[in-house]
């Protein structure tokens, strides 16, 4: 039996003085075999990036991890991918510990 669950969140997307709105979304599938989440960006990879996992959980990891680094690298070619505030990451900036 397979399943489908699909994240989603609305993100800016800025460049330069120019600022848009996107969906950022990560969909994850499994079946009997394998463990999938794909993950697009909206302004860097619009195409879905699969990441395989061992389990839901892990391909759910990956795919997350492979977010935050597309977006850290698209900051350093100045595309800002922001949620929140332009320091957020998409949501995916990691909280400072308390």
Known sequence: M??????????HV????????????ITCTNDEDFAVCSC???????????????DELHALCLAIEYAKGRILSAKKNGIVIWWVDQNDLGGFAQSEKR
């Open 40 to 54: 697009a960006i909206p302004g860097i990879d619009e195409k879905d990036r699969p990441s395989y996992g061992m």
């Open 14 to 25: 800025t460049v330069g003085e120019d600022e848009t709105l996107g969906v950022l979304r």
């Open 2 to 11: 397979s399943a489908k669950i699909i994240f989603e969140r609305e993100v």
